[in-house]
């Protein structure tokens, strides 16, 4: 059973960039699909991105499409969210999630694995 840990998250001003970090214990996670989702204040948590375990195929929520890219290192059992041109509407708590099978989720229940999140807040 993977244990995901989040790190990088912080807090930046508008138009500022951060790199999130995701580290799985388990090799086995180079085969699951791997995303990303957050949970703005007081509000229901959200995908962000997704990338399926080959790598060949990622998916962005809209609103971060063109500003956050998400990738992966099966050497280090790391998936990244690089996000750029932050707005204070990112500002949420940000978490990994993983899953085994091959289908690509888009929605958190469909994700079995999750690390405990980390903060990211964007000021004006």
């Known amino acids: 059973q993977a244990q995901l840990e989040e790190s990088g998250g912080g807090s930046v001003q508008a138009g500022g960039s951060l790199r999130l970090s995701c580290a799985a214990s388990d090799r086995s996670f180079r085969t699951y699909a791997k995303a990303w989702f957050r949970r703005p204040p007081g509000k229901e948590r959200e995908f962000v991105a997704a990338i399926r375990w080959t790598g060949d195929s990622t998916y962005y929520a809209d609103s971060v499409k063109g500003r956050f890219t998400i990738s992966r290192d099966d050497a280090k059992n790391t998936v990244y969210l690089q996000m750029n041109s932050l707005t204070p509407e990112d500002t949420a708590v940000y978490y990994c999630?993983?899953?085994?099978?091959?289908?690509?989720?888009?929605?958190?229940?469909?994700?079995?694995?999750w690390g405990q999140g980390t903060q990211v807040t964007v000021s004006s």
């Open positions: 999630a993983a899953h085994e099978r091959l289908r690509v989720g888009l929605h958190a229940f469909e994700y079995d694995y």
